[in-house]
């Protein structure tokens, strides 16, 4: 159905930007990326995260540092790069001239 088509568009557009401003937060770990992303009710399974962490790291725009845990092996947490940072600064400002764009386009239909 292209409505399905359309959302789901629409929620990977942003997937990398939200992914991005969870990671500016500090050191993130895979599976709180995905609870902060389910409770900003965007749902995302790990067969979708982890390539698309692999591929903002091979962008230049994450790093990563392994942590031993207590309870299991070594996890992976994520950090922006300065390249991450500066390219998230770049997505808010378009994210806030898209916005205002949208949201003009909804009051003028009205």
Do not use: F, H
């Not at 292209?2 to 990398?16: A, F, P």
């Not at 050191?27 to 992303?37: H, P, Q, V």
């Not at 300065?82 to 949201?103: C, F, I, M, N, Y």
């Amino acid at each position: 159905m292209i409505i399905e088509n359309t959302q789901t568009q629409m929620r990977k557009g942003i997937l990398e930007y939200c992914i991005l401003s969870i990671i500016s937060k500090g050191e993130t770990y895979a599976s709180d990326i995905i609870a902060d992303l389910k409770k900003s009710q965007m749902l995302v399974v790990e067969g979708t995260l982890y390539p698309l962490l692999t591929r903002l790291k091979n962008n230049g725009l994450l790093t990563y540092n392994w942590v031993e845990s207590t309870s299991g092996p070594p996890r992976k947490y994520y950090v922006l790069s300065p390249e991450g940072r500066a390219v998230l600064e770049q997505l808010d400002k378009t994210w806030q001239e898209l916005s205002l764009a949208v949201q003009t386009a909804l009051e003028n239909r009205k």
